[in-house]
């Protein structure tokens, strides 16, 4: 079994910062990739920020520069540092990964539960 939980949100006003973590917990091998996605109220959900095993990362065009994701494998943990906050970002953040149970085996998707940023101007 495996978990992945989000922490680190909450309300903050337009340019403060929040530095929200995803700690996968359980049955792990290893991790790939993770992600950070989120879905704002109304609309779909959007990629913000891939990061690979061996950290390297990519970002949407709306956070570059604002946002900075990292991992510690050996916490099998993730993190999105989201400065220079814009109402705009007031979304649900989830986390993505995909792990492996056992050496050679298959890689599976997880999500977690997300957690709430609220941005207020």
Same mark, same amino acid.
């Given at each position: 079994q495996v978990q992945l939980v989000e922490s680190g949100g909450?309300?903050? =006003? @337009?340019? *403060?910062?929040? #530095?929200?973590?995803? +700690?996968?917990?359980? !049955?792990?091998?290893?991790?790939?990739?993770?992600?950070?996605?989120? =879905? @704002?109220? *109304?609309?779909? #959900?959007?990629?913000? +920020?891939?990061?690979? !095993?061996?950290?390297?990362?990519n970002y949407a065009d709306s956070v570059k520069g604002r946002f900075t994701a990292s991992r510690d494998n050996a916490k099998n943990t993730g993190y999105l540092q989201m400065n220079s906050l814009r109402p705009e970002d007031t979304a649900v953040?989830?986390?993505?990964?995909?792990?492996?149970?056992?050496?050679?085996?298959?890689?599976?998707?997880?999500?977690g539960q997300g957690t709430q940023v609220t941005v207020s101007s």
């Amino acid at each position: 079994q495996v978990q992945l939980v989000e922490s680190g949100g909450g309300l903050v =006003q @337009a340019g *403060g910062s929040l #530095r929200l973590s995803c +700690a996968a917990s359980g !049955s792990i091998f290893s991790i790939r990739a993770m992600a950070w996605y989120r =879905q @704002a109220p *109304g609309k779909q #959900r959007e990629l913000v +920020a891939p990061i690979t !095993s061996a950290s390297r990362t990519n970002y949407a065009d709306s956070v570059k520069g604002r946002f900075t994701a990292s991992r510690d494998n050996a916490k099998n943990t993730g993190y999105l540092q989201m400065n220079s906050l814009r109402p705009e970002d007031t979304a649900v953040y989830y986390c993505n990964a995909e792990i492996q149970y056992s050496s050679g085996g298959n890689y599976f998707n997880y999500w977690g539960q997300g957690t709430q940023v609220t941005v207020s101007s």
